[in-house]
Nanobody, 121 residues
């Protein structure tokens, strides 16, 4: 069993910054990709940015140049530094981790409970 806990969400003005954090814990054998997705009211969940254990990233065009992901493989944590925030960034942000609970387990995508980010004047 793997648990993901997010923190750092809140209310910020347009142009401001927030830093989200996520920590994975539990019976973790390995984690490949780890990162962030978001879901705005009335919309489907979408990719924000992910990072593999080797450092490769995959991000949405809408956040490139503004959001930066970082990861500590040893601690199984991932952070998201969000700068130049826009109202359209308002959403619930979910941490995700693609991992295994044992050497021979099938890879599974785990999700955190989500943290609210609101960008408003």
């Amino acid at each position: 069993q793997v648990q993901l806990v997010e923190s750092g969400g809140g209310l910020v003005q347009p142009g401001g910054s927030l830093r989200l954090s996520c920590a994975a814990s539990g019976s973790i054998f390995s984690i490949n990709a780890m990162g962030w997705y978001r879901q705005a009211p009335g919309k489907q969940r979408e990719l924000v940015v992910t990072i593999t254990s080797g450092g490769s990233t995959n991000s949405a065009d809408s956040v490139k140049g503004r959001f930066t992901i970082s990861r500590d493989n040893a601690k199984n944590t991932v952070n998201l530094q969000m700068n130049s925030l826009k109202p359209e960034d308002t959403a619930v942000y979910y941490c995700s981790a693609d991992g295994r609970v044992s050497r021979y387990s099938t890879p599974y995508t785990y999700w955190g409970q989500g943290t609210q980010v609101t960008v408003s004047s």
